[in-house]
């Protein structure tokens, strides 16, 4: 049969991968599509460079614009990234009948539902599997794997950076600013790791899953997002001696009520699997009411790992090159027509336990004033550790547990014991999810 001919716009390091196993691979790929898939132009700023990784076996250009509009070009992989340029080029691309493949998170968490609308009426595939969680198959898992399952809630480790850090943090006791660098001379962290520290990444990637999981339009801007910058060693190590480890997590529930999107530092029982994923790997938690709890784990980013999802998706789309736009899996899971209008919470209504750090004058009567608010709240306390000060001080840290209740009556207790006149500083808050 005819090649599937491909533009691929930037070869950087996961152009570059997904060439290199394209090529590699090259024979096993075909045996699984059916024909074969080739590279035949790349769009690339540094135009010598992209001649030498392609070792001229394929043309090179300087104007991405090229490649969309070719007339040979079936599908075309954007690995541009960001929100300017590769929305145009995407979109270009969809207005000449080609189909897209992209690692493009943060460009669908903002403009997919644009990208996904102007798709369909042109009866073209957007695939991302590499979009979420690197080489793990999380996207097809739960757009196909797991159709038969009312998915209840998702958790994930969606961001390698931030859990190369917070391992680090645990194993060694270091603060936070200490492991970050670390984490910038080995390359695990950019030069600039905001979107990484600060969660937005996994925001990115949470919201996605989301929309697919529950057949809800794609909607970023209604994300809760906290990072790790602000979480101490000391915090780490207090939720050890609880049984718990602290991550930074993407989940995203299902209530009678509508959908929880939040990403933030969570508590986890040690004794969980996924409180056990450790370093740059990713991991995501699925339960869905008839399988139960299913568990993805593998490498998040890297140069073959996400060229492994890259390919997976240019061979569905290879599979599925003659088959009626209607009989395709749709972009996010449930026909666009039977997608849900169900809100998203906002994060006054979400009903989680909770990590409470408090630090306190040595005094008579605190821990009572203490749990006399939390009690006037409705917030039972589940744990309790309660810390001697050291020889010679004054001062000491109440650390406790709740149990479940609404985010906006905890808000309310904080607001309140940090007005006693015995706690000094904020109280440290940190979510729990028992992930049962």
């Given at each position: 049969?005819?090649?599937?001919?491909?533009?691929?716009?930037?070869?950087?390091?996961?152009?570059a991968?997904?060439?290199?196993?394209?090529?590699?691979?090259?024979?096993?790929?075909?045996?699984?599509?059916?024909?074969?898939?080739?590279?035949?132009?790349?769009?690339d700023?540094?135009?010598?460079?992209?001649?030498?990784?392609?070792?001229?076996?394929?043309?090179?250009?300087?104007?991405?614009?090229?490649?969309?509009?070719?007339?040979?070009?079936?599908?075309?992989?954007?690995?541009?990234?960001g929100?300017?340029?590769?929305?145009?080029?995407?979109?270009?691309a969809?207005?000449?009948?080609?189909?897209?493949?992209?690692a493009?998170?943060?460009?669908?968490?903002?403009?997919?539902?644009?990208?996904?609308?102007?798709?369909?009426?042109?009866?073209?595939?957007?695939?991302?599997?590499?979009?979420?969680?690197?080489?793990?198959?999380?996207i097809?898992?739960?757009?196909?794997?797991l159709?038969?399952?009312?998915?209840?809630?998702?958790?994930?480790?969606?961001?390698?950076?931030?859990?190369?850090?917070?391992?680090?943090?645990?194993?060694k006791?270091?603060?936070?600013?200490?492991?970050?660098?670390?984490a910038?001379?080995?390359?695990?962290?950019?030069?600039?790791p905001?979107?990484?520290?600060?969660?937005?990444?996994?925001?990115?990637?949470?919201?996605?899953m989301?929309?697919i999981?529950f057949?809800?339009?794609?909607?970023?801007d209604?994300?809760?997002?906290?990072?790790?910058?602000?979480?101490?060693?000391?915090?780490?190590?207090?939720?050890?001696?609880?049984?718990y480890?602290?991550?930074?997590?993407?989940?995203t529930?299902?209530?009678?009520?509508?959908?929880?999107?939040?990403?933030?530092p969570?508590?986890?029982?040690?004794?969980?699997?996924?409180?056990?994923?450790e370093?740059?790997?990713?991991?995501?938690l699925?339960?869905?009411?008839?399988?139960?709890?299913?568990?993805?784990?593998?490498?998040g980013?890297g140069?073959?790992p996400?060229?492994?999802?890259?390919?997976?998706?240019?061979?569905?789309?290879?599979?599925?090159?003659?088959?009626?736009?209607?009989?395709?899996?749709?972009?996010?899971?449930?026909?666009?027509?039977?997608?849900?209008?169900?809100p998203?919470?906002?994060?006054?209504?979400?009903?989680?336990?909770?990590?409470?750090?408090?630090?306190?004058?040595?005094?008579?009567?605190?821990?009572?004033?203490?749990?006399?608010?939390?009690?006037?709240?409705?917030?039972?306390?589940?744990?309790?550790?309660?810390?001697?000060?050291?020889?010679?001080?004054?001062?000491?840290?109440?650390?406790m547990?709740t149990?479940?209740?609404?985010?906006?009556?905890?808000?309310?207790?904080?607001?309140?014991?940090?007005?006693l006149s015995?706690?000094?500083?904020?109280?440290?808050?940190?979510?729990?999810?028992?992930?049962?």
């Open positions: 049969m005819k090649p599937i001919k491909v533009g691929l716009l930037g070869i950087g390091t996961v152009g991968g997904t060439f290199n196993v394209l090529k590699r691979n090259a024979e096993e790929i075909t045996r699984r599509a059916g024909r074969s898939i080739q590279i035949a132009m790349v769009a700023l540094n135009v010598e460079r992209a001649r030498e990784l392609t070792n001229g076996e394929c043309e090179v250009v300087s104007d991405a614009n090229l490649v969309v509009t070719h007339p040979d070009i079936d599908i075309v992989i954007e690995l541009i990234g929100y300017g340029i590769a929305k145009d080029l995407v979109l270009k969809i207005a000449n009948g080609k189909h897209v493949v992209t493009n998170k943060a460009l669908l968490a903002t403009h997919g539902n644009e990208i996904f609308k102007a798709a369909q009426e042109q009866g073209v595939i957007v695939a991302f599997e590499a979009a979420v969680a690197g080489g793990i198959p999380i097809k898992a739960l757009r196909e794997g159709t038969a399952n009312r998915i209840q809630w998702i958790a994930g480790i969606i961001n390698g950076t931030t859990n190369f850090i917070l391992s680090e943090m645990r194993d006791g270091l603060d936070f600013n200490t492991v970050l660098q670390e910038q001379r080995l390359g695990y962290a950019e030069a600039d905001t979107f990484d520290i600060e969660g937005v990444d996994a925001a990115h990637k949470a919201t996605l989301a929309s999981a057949g809800i339009p794609v909607q970023f209604k994300a809760h997002i906290e990072g790790i910058t602000q979480l101490q060693a000391t915090d780490i190590r207090y939720a050890e001696q609880l049984g480890r602290i991550k930074l997590l993407g989940i529930k299902r209530t009678p009520h509508g959908i929880e999107l939040r990403v933030h969570t508590l986890i029982p040690s004794r969980r699997l996924i409180a056990n994923v370093g740059a790997m990713n991991a995501v699925v339960q869905g009411d008839a399988v139960g709890a299913t568990l993805y784990y593998g490498k980013a140069a073959e996400t060229a492994s999802a890259v390919i997976a998706d240019l061979v569905d789309i290879t599979r599925l090159f003659t088959a009626e736009p209607g009989h395709r899996v749709p972009h996010l899971a449930f026909q666009p027509d039977a997608m849900a209008d169900t998203i919470l906002p994060m006054s209504e979400i009903t989680t336990s909770y990590y409470l750090r408090m630090h306190v004058a040595d005094k008579l009567g605190v821990l009572a004033a203490v749990t006399r608010i939390l009690a006037d709240s409705n917030i039972s306390i589940d744990a309790m550790l309660q810390k001697e000060p050291a020889e010679g001080e004054s001062q000491t840290d109440i650390i547990l149990h479940q209740t609404q985010e906006k009556f905890v808000d309310e207790a904080i607001a309140r014991i940090e007005a015995t706690v000094i500083g904020k109280v440290t808050r940190i979510r729990l999810e028992e992930l049962e």
